[in-house]
């Protein structure tokens, strides 16, 4: 096996939307061995000197985002001498909104990550996913945006997480066998509801797996092929009967199944608008 590929993230920020955009692009590349170096909230040329260093040291791809002026022209500059690419990954949309708008951007550091209102949406919406995590209050079950049904480990817990972070309160409700819908998720009509399944290899692979960290190393229902292909297809009939749209989460990671519950979310919104 060669030297992994040297990847350097330079941001005045947190560095999420660089280690986004990164990772994205890397994603296209199979087979590459790859070593990130990650350097945030870079707001002075003492701190940029310091990444320039470790850059020198291990020279590889820089992906940047840095709006001080002065600051991304030394990077360039020093990316240049030491002939490594270099990278500004908003470079083109700050100038093509530059040009849309007809304004000059206000090079802040940070600004998408200010408490402002929607920061404060997004922080109330994850209060109430938490409140309304497994079936907690059902009383207020009605004041979500979404609720995903599912059998056990079908990823709903970490799903509205990630809807929560979005800034949309999302609440999930388990599928128990022998065990009725709670009577507070069928008299709800204001949120989407979302049934959630997975493949009877998947679910029992999952779940085999969260047993072992549990240390409970015997057989039951609960990973039984048999009984989680019943499961299943009851789960399924049920959201049929409801008219709840469904969604596989077999070989779906979160975010892909964020993006399709909001995708529905919004052709709700459309339809009943």
Known sequence: MGKPFQVHLVSDATGETLNAIAKAALAQFE?????EHAYTLV????????????????????????????????LLAQCGRLSIPCLDVLEAPVSMLRQFLGA??????????????????????????IQHDDGQ???????????LVGASRTS???????LAIRGLRAANVPLVPGIPLPEALLRATKPLIVGLWAS??????????????????RDTDYVELESVRAEIAATR?????????????????????????INLLSERMVARA
């Open 43 to 74: 707001r002075s040329r003492r701190q940029l000197e310091r990444a320039i260093e470790h850059i020198r040291e291990a020279p590889g791809f820089v992906f940047f985002t840095l709006v001080n002026p002065d600051l991304r022209n030394e």
């Open 104 to 129: 000059a951007e206000t090079h802040r550091p940070g600004g998408q990550h200010e408490v402002d209102q929607r920061y404060l949406l997004r922080i109330e919406a994850l209060n109430f996913t």
């Open 237 to 261: 009939k049920l959201y049929e009967q409801h008219e709840w749209p469904s969604i596989d989460v077999s070989r779906r990671s979160i975010e892909e199944t964020a993006a399709a519950i």
């Open 200 to 217: 009877p290899d998947r679910l029992i692979q999952v779940r085999r797996n969260r047993l072992a960290t549990m240390g409970e190393a």
């Open 137 to 147: 209050s059902l009383d207020s079950l009605n004041d979500a945006e979404i609720i």
């Open 156 to 162: 709903k817990t970490p799903t509205c997480v990630y």
């Open 31 to 35: 087979g590459v061995e790859v070593e």
